[in-house]
């Protein structure tokens, strides 16, 4: 069974950063896609950014692109999301998901990153 | 930029068969459907249009009209246990990326 497992939010001030992690377990396809989806308190989701399994595709939402960077270290399952100069927009709770050639989706429990002064 | 249009909200009675529209999709993308309770993370409950994942009641059911550029969530067998918050999904080829429509609530009379 797939198991996705978020860490890393908090309460940052506008303009800092925070690395979110999310650690993947029980994935037996050899390609899979891992995604970073946010929703702000009340409101809808919405996707963040993605990338392969190989590292070699991501993308980014327009309203993060330049501030956000996703990576991946296979050896330890992991994809990091890397958030910079963050804005209280920003606020929301992110979830990893993943799927693999299909495009069912697992979730994680998310983790809860609040910018505010 | 693709954007799915949903309705705010759907309600019905137990027992009763309800649809969820999602306009605008893209033909040539998949469309998926998520259900999501208060305080909990989102579960898939279509993938692919119309493929349901193991675990889910087959009175969960999607479909697609071609005509109208629109997806559906059918719910059949309407019981408390739906209500939730409901989102389509679809592959947006011009920003590599996904987009999900605004969400429908689902109240059981």
């Known amino acids: 069974e797939v198991q996705l497992v978020e860490s890393g939010g908090g309460l940052v001030q506008p303009g800092g950063s925070l690395r979110l992690s999310c650690a993947a377990s029980g994935i037996t396809s050899s390609g899979y896609w891992i995604h970073w989806v946010r929703q702000a308190p009340g409101k809808g989701l919405v996707w963040v950014s993605r990338?392969?399994?190989?590292?070699?595709?991501?993308s980014y939402v327009d309203a993060v692109k330049g501030r956000f960077a996703i990576s991946r270290d296979n050896a330890k399952n992991t994809v990091y999301l890397q958030m910079n100069s963050l804005r209280v927009e920003d606020t929301a709770l992110y979830y990893c998901?993943?799927?693999?050639?299909?495009?069912?989706?697992?979730w994680g429990q998310g983790t809860l990153v609040t910018v505010s002064s | 930029n693709l954007m799915l249009t949903q309705p705010p909200s759907v309600s019905g009675s137990p027992g009763e068969t309800i649809s969820i529209s999602c306009t605008r999709y893209s033909a040539s993308s998949y469309v998926q459907w998520y259900q999501q309770r208060p305080g909990t993370s989102p579960i898939t409950v279509i993938y692919?249009?119309?493929?349901?994942p193991s675990g889910v009641p087959d009175r969960f059911s999607g479909s697609i009209d071609f005509s109208s550029n629109s997806a559906y969530l059918t719910i059949s067998g309407l019981t408390t246990d739906d209500e939730a918050d409901y989102y389509c999904q679809s592959f947006d080829s011009n920003i590599e990326g996904f987009v999900f429509g605004s969400g429908t609530k689902v109240t059981v009379l």
């Open positions: 990338i392969y399994s190989d590292g070699g595709s991501e």
């Open positions: 998901a993943s799927h693999p050639t299909t495009l069912l989706w697992r």
């Open positions: 692919e249009s119309n493929q349901r």
